[in-house]
C-alpha cells in the first residue's frame, strides 16, 4: 500500500515537501512515480524515480521546480516542491511500479497511493 501526504493550501512561490510511504515488502525494487491531476484534466506525469535513486525523471514543467528522492530503509519516497505556481494545483499520486518501460504512462504503475490535494494561490 501507498499513502501519500504532506498537500497543502500554499501561496505562488512558496514550498511543500509530499511524502508517500510504502508498506509490506520489496519496495526498494519498485520505481516510483509521481502524478499529478488538475479538476477537468487528465491525470499527468511529474517525476519518477529509479530503484537505487541514482536515476530521475522529470516532467518538462516541473524541470529545475520540484525534486524526487527516496530512502529504501524507511521505505518512502520524497516530492520536493518549490516555486509553486497556481498551474501545479491539483491532487498529488505517488505510484509504483516493477517496470521502466514507459515511465510516463500511468499505465506503467500497478499500485496507486490515495492522493493529496495541493492547492497553490496567486
Known amino acids: 500500500q501507498l499513502q501519500a501526504s504532506g498537500g497543502g493550501l500554499v501561496q505562488a512561490g512558496d514550498s511543500l515537501r509530499l511524502s508517500c510511504a510504502a508498506s509490506?515488502?520489496?519496495?526498494?525494487?519498485?520505481?516510483m512515480g509521481w502524478f499529478r491531476q488538475a479538476p477537468g484534466k487528465e491525470r499527468e506525469f511529474v517525476a519518477a524515480?529509479?530503484?537505487?535513486?541514482?536515476?530521475?525523471y522529470y516532467a518538462d514543467s516541473v524541470k529545475g521546480r520540484f525534486s524526487i528522492s527516496r530512502d529504501n530503509a524507511k521505505n518512502t519516497v520524497w516530492l520536493q516542491m518549490n516555486s509553486l505556481k497556481p498551474e501545479d494545483t491539483a491532487v498529488y499520486y505517488c505510484?509504483?511500479?516493477?517496470?521502466?518501460?514507459?515511465?510516463?504512462?500511468?499505465?506503467?504503475?500497478?499500485?496507486w497511493g490515495q492522493g493529496t490535494q495541493v492547492t497553490v494561490s496567486s
Open positions: 509490506g515488502r520489496g519496495f526498494s525494487s519498485y520505481l
Open positions: 505510484a509504483a511500479t516493477y517496470r521502466d518501460y514507459d515511465i510516463p504512462s500511468e499505465y506503467e504503475y500497478d499500485y
Open positions: 524515480i529509479h530503484w537505487g535513486g541514482g536515476t530521475t
